[in-house]
C-alpha cells in the first residue's frame, strides 16, 4: 500500500517537475528511532496528534519550535454525572462562607484560550530537552441572584483574565527503540510563572461591583512547582501509527496563598492513518482523573461553587479527531500543520462544577 502510494507520488512528482533530491529527503526532519534514516524520510505520522505533549524525540543535535493554541468551551454545570440549573444550585448548595445560606452567583460558560510555545533540543540520542511557555486568556460568564434567598435574577456579568501561565521544562528519556516500537520516560517540572492573584468586577447580590481576588479556575498558575512524571510508547508500521502516554501533574508543597491544586494522572491512546506522506488522520482517547484542592485561599470567599476548594476535580473520558500534514517539498517543507478536536464522553465531577464542553487546539511545528 505504501509503495503504491509512494510509487503514485513520485510519479506526481515527475509529471510536476518537482525531484525530490537526496540531500531534500536528508533535509527532512529525522526522528529518532528511523534506523534507515538516509531511506526513510519523515511522515506526517511521526508525531502524536497535536493535542498530546512530549510524544516524540529527536536525533543528536536537532532542534524543535512548535506553536499550539487551544481553545476550551465550558458551558452548564454537573454534580457527580447529573445536570444541575442554575435556579437548583442557588435554591440547594449550601455556601460555605455564609451568609448568606446557599450559593448566589452561578457560572454560566467559560472561554479558555491557551498560546503554548515550545521549544526542543536533543544533546544525544537518548535524551530529548523540552521547554514550553504559555500565555492564557480566560474568560467566565455569571448570572447572580438578587438577595440573599430565592430565584429572582439580578443580572450578568464577565470576568477575564490573561496573562502568562506556568512553564515546564522537561527531558524524555529513551527506553527503547527498534524499527516499528519506541518507548520514553517523561520527566518535568512545572514552574510557578502564572499569577495566581489575578482580580477583577463582580456582581453582587446586593447589586454592588467590588474588584475581588477571583476564584482559583480563574487564576492563571498553580502557585507551586508540580512534577510531570511520564511514559511515552508509540509505534509505525506501514501506514498504521499508535501509541499510549501516561502523565501526571504533582504538586509539591503549598503555594503562596495557602492552598494545593489537585494532582492529574492522564492516559491517553492513539491510532493514526497515512493517507500520503504528507498527510495523517488520528482517533484518540484520553481517561483523567484530578483531585480537589487541598487549603484555601481566604481571599476567595464569594457565594460561588468556584470558590469552594471542593468543587475542583473529578473523572472525564474524552474523545478526539485529528489530522496532521508535513509539507513535503516546496518552500514549505518540513513545516508541520495538525489539528486536533476534543470532545467529551462522560464527566463525573465534584460538583457543582461547570462541564466541558469541546476542545479544540491547531499547532505548527518545525525542525531543524
Ligand atoms: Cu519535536
Not at 537526496?22 to 505520522?45: P, Y
Not at 532542534?63 to 476550551?72: H, I, L
Not at 510555545?117 to 537518548?126: I, K, T
Request: hydrophobic residues 35%; negative net charge.
Amino acid at each position: 500500500m505504501k509503495t503504491l502510494i509512494k510509487t503514485g507520488l513520485c510519479a506526481a512528482c515527475i509529471i510536476t517537475g518537482a525531484f525530490t533530491t537526496a540531500q531534500q529527503a536528508k533535509a527532512h526532519e529525522a526522528h529518532f528511532g528511523n534506523v534507515e534514516q538516509s531511506a526513510k524520510t519523515s511522515n506526517a505520522d511521526d508525531h502524536a496528534p497535536i493535542g498530546v505533549m512530549g510524544d516524540h524525540r529527536h536525533k543528536a543535535g536537532e532542534w524543535m519550535v512548535s506553536y499550539r493554541f487551544m481553545r476550551m468551551h465550558m458551558e452548564g454545570n454537573r454534580d457527580g454525572t447529573d445536570s444541575l440549573s442554575p435556579d437548583e444550585i442557588v435554591t440547594t448548595t449550601p455556601n460555605p462562607f455564609a451568609p448568606p445560606p446557599t450559593l448566589r452567583v452561578v457560572p454560566l460558560e467559560m472561554d479558555i484560550d491557551m498560546h503554548m510555545l515550545g521549544g526542543m533540543y536533543a544533546p544525544s540520542d537518548w535524551l530529548t530537552l523540552m521547554v514550553m511557555g504559555q500565555y492564557i486568556d480566560r474568560e467566565m460568564e455569571h448570572l447572580t441572584y438578587a438577595g440573599m434567598a430565592g430565584t429572582t435574577e439580578l443580572g450578568q456579568f464577565t470576568t477575564k483574565v490573561q496573562g502568562i501561565g506556568d512553564t515546564s521544562l522537561s527531558g524524555l528519556i529513551g527506553l527503547y527503540d527498534d524499527n516499528i516500537h519506541h518507548l520514553h520516560l517523561n520527566a518535568g517540572l512545572s514552574l510557578p510563572t502564572g499569577s495566581i492573584k489575578e482580580e477583577d468586577d463582580v456582581l453582587t447580590p446586593m447589586g454592588t461591583t467590588p474588584r475581588l481576588r477571583l476564584p482559583y479556575a480563574m487564576q492563571l498558575g498553580s502557585g507551586t512547582y508540580d512534577l510531570l512524571p511520564g511514559l511515552t510508547y508509540y509505534g509505525n508500521q506501514d501506514n498504521w501509527g499508535w501509541g499510549a502516554q501516561y502523565k501526571a501533574t504533582i504538586r509539591t508543597g503549598e503555594n503562596s496563598q495557602d492552598y494545593t491544586l489537585g494532582d492529574k494522572h492522564q492516559i491517553t491512546a492513539w491510532g493514526s492513518y497515512l493517507w500520503t506522506p504528507s498527510f495523517s488522520t488520528s482517533l484518540r482517547a484520553t481517561a483523567e482523573t484530578e483531585g480537589h484542592i487541598d487549603g484555601m485561599d481566604s481571599d476567595i470567599t464569594a457565594p460561588v461553587q468556584t470558590a469552594n476548594p471542593d468543587n475542583y476535580g473529578g473523572e472525564r473520558l474524552s474523545l478526539s479527531a485529528g489530522a496532521n500534514y508535513l509539507f513535503q517539498a516546496g518552500p514549505l517543507q518540513g513545516h508541520r500543520l495538525a489539528f486536533e478536536v476534543t470532545a467529551p464522553v462522560y464527566q463525573d465531577l465534584n460538583g457543582p462544577q461547570m462541564e466541558r464542553d469541546y476542545a479544540v487546539t491547531v499547532g505548527w511545528q518545525k525542525a531543524f
